[in-house]
């Protein structure tokens, strides 16, 4: 389990599924290191799924994007992951980004955007 201020992350076995929980914005380690410990569980975890509930979601910087792209999604890629879901709500002041980060996860798995956790294990 990692949890700081920032973040929560959990590998849930009965679901097998990596759920990550923002709390509030942050950047560089603080966003960066939570995102690395759900890499590594799901590479632990082999055919585990990623759920991130992004209710408290926040307009990433622009260093924590690029990251993103150029290291975290390459090696998410390489996991067993299959399914990714965002936790929303239906109106979110963070759309634009969420349709950036859809997009981009869409190259490589199967996405969904949800608005509860139960929906979210539905997928």
């Known amino acids: 389990m990692f949890n700081s201020e920032f973040c ?4 849930l076995e009965k679901e097998n599924v990596v759920f990550l929980v923002w ?11 939570p995102i690395m410990y759900a890499l ?4 632990e975890h082999k055919g585990s ?13 622009k260093d924590d994007v690029e990251w993103g792209f150029n290291v975290f ?3 998410l890629a390489k996991t067993s ?11 979110n002041e963070i ?6 980060w859809t997009k981009e ?8 955007r949800v608005e509860s956790y139960e929906k979210a294990l539905k997928r």
């Open 95 to 100: 759309e634009g980004e969420m349709d950036m």
């Open 73 to 75: 999604l390459p090696s």
């Open 40 to 43: 590594k569980l799901l590479n």
């Open 8 to 11: 929560e992350v959990n590998y």
């Open 23 to 33: 709390k509030k914005f942050c950047c560089k380690d603080d966003y960066r290191n």
């Open 81 to 91: 992951c299959k399914k990714i879901v965002f936790i929303m709500e239906k109106v």
């Open 105 to 112: 996860f869409s190259k490589y798995f199967e996405v969904y």
């Open 49 to 61: 799924n990623f759920i991130c509930d992004a209710r408290n979601g926040f307009e990433d910087e």
